[in-house]
């Protein structure tokens, strides 16, 4: 019996725009800026003014999409070693969240934490956040924080800040042109990157 939530009844949202919100917070990060570089700023202002409620959604799911993807990616690197992901990933996840008190609420790190695991396990975190609910304005800052971890997590496994970002940008290209809906439309990921190659 298949779940509500199996990632073939998800919606991927808007992957590219989510994507850029994510390469622009992650290059900030690495140039040692408190910031974002003005010309992406401009970029991610564009993109935030031309958002409708409908917009807003597909960012969102665009989002849930980026962290099923990294998790699916976290979750065949550490299945090649005999690691469970949960375990390795969760509990360094929620303690970073909750070392950024001004960005993420405490309230909202149960939930962080419910979306990393319905994607370590195979599941849509958007169908799976959608069964509680809207999502509140404090949900939304701290799933940017935890797509922006989980990207940042993928970068120091493989030495390379920009594995995470080119590696979803080269899925969804070839995902382009695959017929099919949801998170299961081609987005299988090739982790690239051996640990024994260190």
């Known amino acids: 019996m298949s779940s509500p939530c199996d990632p073939r009844y998800a919606p991927a949202g808007d992957v590219d725009g989510a994507l850029m919100v994510i390469d622009s917070r992650l290059k900030a990060v690495h140039d040692g800026r408190t910031g974002t570089d003005p010309e992406q700023q401009k970029l991610l202002d564009q993109l ?3 958002l409708d409620l409908r917009g807003v959604h597909d960012l969102l799911d665009g989002a849930c999409t980026l962290v099923f993807m990294f998790m699916k990616w976290l979750r ?3 299945e090649d070693h005999d690691r469970d992901v949960i ?3 969760v509990p360094s996840l929620v303690t970073t969240l909750r070392m950024m008190p001004r960005s993420v609420s405490p309230e909202a790190i149960p939930t962080m934490a419910g979306l990393v695991v319905a994607a370590g396990t195979g599941l849509s975190p958007s169908l799976w956040r959608r069964q509680y609910g809207d999502w509140t304005q404090e949900e939304m800052t701290a799933l940017e924080a935890t797509a922006l971890l989980l990207a940042e997590h993928i970068n120091r496994i493989t030495g390379d800040v920009d594995f995470a970002t080119r590696m979803i940008g080269e899925t969804l290209s070839r995902a382009e042109g695959t017929p099919g809906n949801g998170l299961d439309r081609g ?7 051996d640990e024994d190659d260190e």
């Open 48 to 50: 935030t003014a031309s």
């Open 76 to 78: 065949g690197v550490h």
């Open 87 to 89: 375990e390795s990933v």
């Open 187 to 193: 987005l299988g990921l090739d982790p690239g990157w």
